[in-house]
Every structure is written in structure tokens, then in C-alpha cells.
């Protein structure tokens, strides 16, 4: 566990001094055909030392603060696994939407003028982020994955299933079919999204207390078969239909042990109704806290809501699916997942 500090303290230290990239890279991360990268945005898929130096000089701008003090670490066998959130620390501008009359529906009107009233042109924002590292026997990481909170400004909104397919240049795909077949039941079981079948479903998934699960929203970083079963019988009743690259998925394979990443979509539909309903939930959440970062929030959905209604019903978001699978007594299981929405990274700086 001693190793295991040291390498959170180097890694911590490295996103607050931001000096010598080189030697950051050299001292806390493997670099070999299976080190995977992945920051927030839709093409920050990164599995060489050039895209790895690229994203991490682009996160270098920001100041994250890791707070692994009350992270969870798992060991199994020879590999460490770091879950952790952070934040970062940004400005929150207004969106320009708001002056995009094509798109101006007179029921929201008054409830974004009475909360931009209450508030000035910015306010500080610090973003949350989620952190799951693995370390290999020599306690650099091989594979490293950010994550914000569940997306509700829908930044890669998509009105067509085709315009989903992105090429992303990644190590070559391992045959792995027993972990391809594994991940091809998860996908019937979210297709079909039967109710009645959660219980059969939760077989596919390691019986560890300790296990992590990580959704989509802040308060979806759950341990255990129980808590995560709330979640899926939640996404069944209420999300959406949630598709994954089962013939793209990034798979390396070590004897009993193996970890997966790849493309994956939600699909819903949202119309007039179901969005008015969210709006005035916002709405009356952030009247009724009264904070500058609640009424921001508000602010932040009803503008985007209301300039996605006019876009049509059909909503198309890509999304990125990982984890791990172990083998219990022969058989292969999940042992984490995790879901992850896209964002841009924010351009501009705190001094």
C-alpha cells in the first residue's frame, strides 16, 4: 500500500507543479502495446507516448485536484485498481442560446429571465470528475480513465444512429471471445431491459462486496452486487436504450484477469412534455436553494433543453463503456463497469 500512496502522491504532484512531462510519464505510467488513456472528450483515446503527452499538456491548463485520500483500492493478482473522483476548477459562462430567438418557446421564457436576473455574467465552477486507474506489478499505470458526471447539455448529440460510428485509432482488437461473448449478454440484457430479468442478469457480474460500479451520475460510484443492481433496474424503467461496440471493444487478456473499453451510445426520445417536466423541476430546484451554483445549474439546463426541442425527438449520445472481467471457478465476470458521457475539456483558464 506504501507503493501505492507514492504513486498517487507522484501523480498528484505531477497535475499541480506541470513540469517535466517527460519524466511524469517515465515515473508513473507503462508505456507498451496495452496502455490505454482515456480523457472526457469523444477523441481523447489515447494509447502512444505522443497522444498521451498531447492530452495530458491539454489538462496541464487546469488545476485538478485528485482526492485520493478517500479513494477505494482493489488489488487482483499482480494489478491495482485506483478509484478516485477530483475536480476541476473553471469558469461557468452564461450560453449563448440565450440569444437564439429561432428557438425561444414562451412557456420557459419567464423561468431563464427570472434566473438570469439573479445571477452575473460568470461564476466559478469546479467540475466533477471520476478517476479510475490500473497498475501493473511495477506500480505505473497501464490503463487510465476521466470521467465527468452524467452530461444533460448533450455537447455530442446526434439525430441519426449512422453518425455514431467514429474511427478511433486504437491497439489492435484481441480475439478474447469468451470477454466478447460476456459483454454480448450485457447488451441483450440492456436491450431488452426486462424487469423481470435483473436477477438473472446480476449472474454475469462477480459476487465481491467491494466491487466498483460507476454510473453516470455523481452519486453512481456504488459498491456491491446490491447497489448496483438498483441502477440497472433503474436504467431498465427509465433510461434509454444503451448500445456498445461489441465488435470494437479494446480487450487485453491477461491469464485470469482482463480489462475492456469501447464505443457505446444511448438512444431515447425526448418530446414537448417529458422536457417541460425537466425544465420546471430545475426550475424549481434552483428557486428553491437559492445558490449561485443551483441557479447556474437551472439556468444551464432549461437554456439547452430549449434549444434541443427544436431539433427533434430523437436523441443519439455517444457514450464510452470499461471495465474489468475476472474469472471465478472458471467462468468470467464482470468485476467493474463503468459508464461514461463525453464532454469537451474547458478552454479557458482560472489564473
Same mark, same amino acid.
Given at each position: 500500500?506504501?507503493?501505492? /500512496? !507514492?504513486?498517487?502522491?507522484?501523480?498528484?504532484?505531477? &497535475?499541480?507543479? +506541470?513540469?517535466?512531462? @517527460? %519524466?511524469?510519464? $517515465?515515473?508513473?505510467?507503462?508505456?507498451?502495446?496495452?496502455?490505454?488513456?482515456?480523457?472526457?472528450?469523444?477523441?481523447?483515446?489515447?494509447?502512444?507516448?505522443?497522444?498521451?503527452?498531447?492530452?495530458?499538456?491539454?489538462?496541464?491548463?487546469?488545476?485538478?485536484?485528485?482526492?485520493?485520500?478517500?479513494?477505494?483500492?482493489?488489488?487482483?493478482?499482480?494489478?491495482?485498481?485506483?478509484?478516485?473522483?477530483?475536480?476541476?476548477?473553471?469558469?461557468?459562462?452564461?450560453?449563448?442560446?440565450?440569444? /437564439? !430567438?429561432?428557438?425561444?418557446?414562451?412557456?420557459?421564457? &419567464?423561468?431563464? +429571465?427570472?434566473?438570469? @436576473? %439573479?445571477?452575473? $455574467?460568470?461564476?466559478?465552477?469546479?467540475?466533477?470528475?471520476?478517476?479510475?486507474?490500473?497498475?501493473?506489478?511495477?506500480?505505473?499505470?497501464?490503463?487510465?480513465?476521466?470521467?465527468?458526471?452524467?452530461?444533460?447539455?448533450?455537447?455530442?448529440?446526434?439525430?441519426?444512429?449512422?453518425?455514431?460510428?467514429?474511427?478511433?485509432?486504437?491497439?489492435?482488437?484481441?480475439?478474447?471471445?469468451?470477454?466478447?461473448?460476456?459483454?454480448?449478454?450485457?447488451?441483450?440484457?440492456?436491450?431488452?431491459?426486462?424487469?423481470?430479468?435483473?436477477?438473472?442478469?446480476?449472474?454475469?457480474?462477480?459476487?465481491?462486496?467491494?466491487?466498483?460500479?460507476?454510473?453516470?451520475?455523481?452519486?453512481?460510484?456504488?459498491?456491491?452486487?446490491?447497489?448496483?443492481?438498483?441502477?440497472?433496474?433503474?436504467?431498465?424503467?427509465?433510461?434509454?436504450?444503451?448500445?456498445?461496440?461489441?465488435?470494437?471493444?479494446?480487450?487485453?487478456?491477461?491469464?485470469?484477469?482482463?480489462?475492456?473499453?469501447?464505443?457505446?451510445?444511448?438512444?431515447?426520445?425526448?418530446?414537448?412534455?417529458?422536457?417541460?417536466?425537466?425544465?420546471?423541476?430545475?426550475?424549481?430546484?434552483?428557486?428553491?436553494?437559492?445558490?449561485?451554483?443551483?441557479?447556474?445549474?437551472?439556468?444551464?439546463?432549461?437554456?439547452?433543453?430549449?434549444?434541443?426541442?427544436?431539433?427533434?425527438?430523437?436523441?443519439?449520445?455517444?457514450?464510452?463503456?470499461?471495465?474489468?472481467?475476472?474469472?471465478?471457478?472458471?467462468?468470467?465476470?464482470?468485476?467493474?463497469?463503468?459508464?461514461?458521457?463525453?464532454?469537451?475539456?474547458?478552454?479557458?483558464?482560472?489564473?
Amino acid at each position: 500500500m506504501h507503493t501505492i /500512496k !507514492e504513486w498517487m502522491d507522484k501523480f498528484q504532484r505531477g &497535475y499541480i507543479e +506541470k513540469v517535466n512531462l @517527460e %519524466k511524469f510519464i $517515465n515515473e508513473t505510467i507503462t508505456l507498451d502495446k496495452n496502455t490505454i488513456f482515456l480523457g472526457t472528450d469523444l477523441k481523447n483515446w489515447c494509447n502512444n507516448l505522443e497522444s498521451i503527452q498531447s492530452l495530458i499538456q491539454k489538462q496541464w491548463q487546469f488545476d485538478y485536484d485528485f482526492n485520493f485520500s478517500e479513494s477505494i483500492v482493489e488489488t487482483h493478482g499482480p494489478n491495482t485498481f485506483i478509484y478516485s473522483t477530483a475536480t476541476i476548477r473553471v469558469v461557468d459562462h452564461m450560453f449563448p442560446l440565450l440569444s /437564439k !430567438e429561432d428557438v425561444v418557446y414562451e412557456e420557459v421564457d &419567464y423561468l431563464i +429571465k427570472e434566473i438570469c @436576473e %439573479k445571477l452575473a $455574467n460568470h461564476a466559478y465552477k469546479r467540475i466533477p470528475v471520476r478517476f479510475t486507474a490500473i497498475l501493473d506489478e511495477t506500480f505505473k499505470a497501464h490503463h487510465i480513465q476521466f470521467s465527468y458526471d452524467a452530461m444533460i447539455l448533450w455537447q455530442y448529440r446526434f439525430l441519426e444512429e449512422d453518425k455514431l460510428k467514429l474511427t478511433i485509432d486504437m491497439p489492435a482488437r484481441s480475439d478474447a471471445k469468451e470477454i466478447r461473448d460476456l459483454l454480448g449478454h450485457f447488451q441483450s440484457g440492456y436491450l431488452k431491459r426486462d424487469l423481470n430479468e435483473v436477477d438473472a442478469f446480476m449472474q454475469l457480474f462477480t459476487e465481491n462486496q467491494k466491487a466498483v460500479y460507476i454510473g453516470t451520475d455523481a452519486e453512481e460510484f456504488l459498491q456491491g452486487p446490491d447497489a448496483l443492481k438498483e441502477i440497472i433496474e433503474s436504467d431498465w424503467e427509465y433510461w434509454g436504450d444503451f448500445k456498445i461496440d461489441l465488435d470494437g471493444a479494446v480487450i487485453v487478456e491477461k491469464n485470469d484477469f482482463a480489462y475492456f473499453t469501447t464505443q457505446a451510445y444511448i438512444f431515447k426520445k425526448h418530446n414537448h412534455e417529458s422536457m417541460m417536466k425537466g425544465i420546471s423541476y430545475y426550475y424549481n430546484e434552483a428557486i428553491k436553494e437559492n445558490t449561485a451554483s443551483s441557479l447556474i445549474e437551472g439556468l444551464r439546463y432549461m437554456t439547452h433543453l430549449k434549444y434541443e426541442m427544436d431539433k427533434g425527438e430523437d436523441f443519439f449520445a455517444p457514450m464510452r463503456f470499461s471495465g474489468f472481467c475476472i474469472k471465478e471457478n472458471g467462468e468470467w465476470k464482470f468485476g467493474h463497469i463503468q459508464y461514461s458521457d463525453y464532454m469537451h475539456t474547458p478552454e479557458k483558464y482560472i489564473d
